[in-house]
């Protein structure tokens, strides 16, 4: 992970020296280690992050003809109007984290400035989002580890609704868009 780590921290240290914010995406598959990999550049960058899990739908986005749909089983839209616009302006942004308990969005909360900000998240290059990005990196994973690391994770019964439910809504999304032909970086943890 180290050379990943340094390979990406000198790219968005380079980017740092033309302009800022820079926008930083980490997408990939479910157990691929973005959030740990966010969580490291965050502290070598001294950057906040941010993470697509807070987005997820609210219950009246939710449809079957949503969920058959590549990559729309976050809500995008949301992130873009209330996030990444205002932080590619240079503006304040807020964030209303999707509440998975009470299917609520929680009260807004100030994004603290920072000069860089990692988006971490599957969905997060998603077509309407990709283009205000300043860096795109992706994570894959052998399918077998994957389940492995998201059984530790999350336990047998969570780990079989990934199976079942979420793995595919992501390779239905890596299929029809070409995330990971788009990014800067792709990286096999």
């Not at 950057?47 to 899990?53: G, I, N, P, R, S």
């Not at 299929?175 to 970086?185: G, M, Q, Y």
Request: proline share 7%; net charge negative.
């Amino acid at each position: 992970m180290t050379d990943m780590l340094e390979t990406i921290a000198r790219r968005a240290e380079l980017l740092l020296a033309e302009r800022v914010p820079v926008l930083v995406a980490i997408d990939g598959c479910c157990g691929s280690g973005k959030t740990t990999l966010a969580a490291a550049l965050a502290e070598r960058l001294k950057a906040e992050v941010l993470h697509m899990d807070d987005f997820y739908l609210r219950p009246e986005q939710r449809s079957p003809a949503r969920y058959r749909t590549p990559g729309e089983n976050v809500d995008h839209e949301r992130f873009l109007a209330e996030v990444l616009l205002p932080l590619r302006r240079g503006e304040p942004a807020h964030l209303r984290r999707f509440d998975c308990r009470s299917f609520t969005l929680q009260p807004p909360v100030e994004i603290p400035p920072a000069e860089i900000y990692l988006i971490e998240g599957s969905y997060s290059l998603h077509r309407e989002l990709r283009e205000l990005y300043d860096l795109r990196v992706f994570l894959t994973v052998d399918p077998d580890e994957q389940l492995r690391r998201i059984t530790q994770r999350n336990g047998p019964e969570k780990a079989e609704e990934f199976r079942t439910r979420w793995i595919p809504l992501e390779n239905l999304y890596f299929a029809a868009l070409p995330v990971s032909e788009l990014c800067d970086f792709v990286f096999k943890t």
